[in-house]
């Protein structure tokens, strides 16, 4: 069974801080998602990448296929980065994605 | 590129209500995922479905959830009667199988409150 534990649960930084957050998985993936999800409830994809690193403005994500690990990260965060950050995998195939608990990130101004 | 649309956004009803949520995905998609999110959690697959047939329904709580897509396209996932633990936000997800990732796209879910 695929495990995706996200770290931390919770995390609040000032305006401007670097931020990371990170993701391990338990079994070989074809894909990982970095998901953001604001309250209301809707999800958007941020990034999807089986290795290396790739960046879309102020997000960066890398992943380590050996290690079973990626990272998230935002360079000079801002209070409208403010929230829940949902790390997910897929193994093969057309099935369901596996989703971790995600973080819960609050930017302070 | 039209997204993954849900309906309603939002649904408050009393327990032992029926509730139904519609899903378009995105056209070509040929396979529907519906998760259920309940606060705190991260999303929990209940039904995916292979153009229209289901490929796992194994964690839908078939006494009361019932789903479908008849023609392939679109989606309805119905719940009778609800529980109070029912309430969570619904989100249909789509992706076309054919290349790396698959183009998972999600809805905007629906949010339901039981009271």
């Known amino acids: 069974k695929n495990e995706v534990e996200q770290s931390p649960q919770n995390l609040t930084a000032q305006e401007g801080e670097f931020i990371t957050i990170n993701c391990s998985y338990s079994?070989?993936?074809?894909?990982l998602h970095w998901l953001q999800q604001h309250p209301g409830g809707g999800i958007v994809s941020l990034f999807m990448?089986?290795?290396g690193k790739k960046k879309h403005g102020r997000l960066i994500a890398t992943i380590n296929i050996q290690e079973k690990h990626s990272s998230l990260h935002i360079t000079a965060s801002h209070p409208r980065d403010s929230a829940v950050y949902i790390c997910?995998?897929?193994?093969?195939?057309?099935?369901?994605?596996?989703f971790g608990k995600g973080t819960r990130l609050s930017v302070i101004a | 590129e039209a997204g993954v649309a849900q309906s309603p956004r939002y649904k408050i009803i009393e327990k032992r209500q029926s509730v139904a949520f519609w899903c378009n995905p995105i056209?070509?998609?040929?396979?529907l995922y519906w998760y259920q999110q309940i606060l705190g959690q991260g999303p929990k697959l209940l039904i995916q479905?292979?153009?229209?047939?289901?490929?796992?329904d194994s964690q839908l709580p078939k006494d009361r959830f019932s789903a479908e897509r008849l023609k392939g396209v679109d989606s309805t996932l119905k719940i009778q009667p609800a529980k109070l633990e029912d309430s969570a936000v619904y989100l249909c997800a789509s992706s076309h199988g054919r290349t790396f990732g698959y183009g998972y796209t999600f809805g905007s879910g629906t949010r339901l409150t039981v009271v």
């Open positions: 079994v070989g993936i074809s894909a």
């Open positions: 056209s070509g998609h040929a396979t």
């Open positions: 990448l089986s290795s």
């Open positions: 479905f292979q153009n229209n047939g289901v490929v796992d």
């Open positions: 997910a995998v897929s193994t093969s195939g057309n099935t369901p994605l596996v």
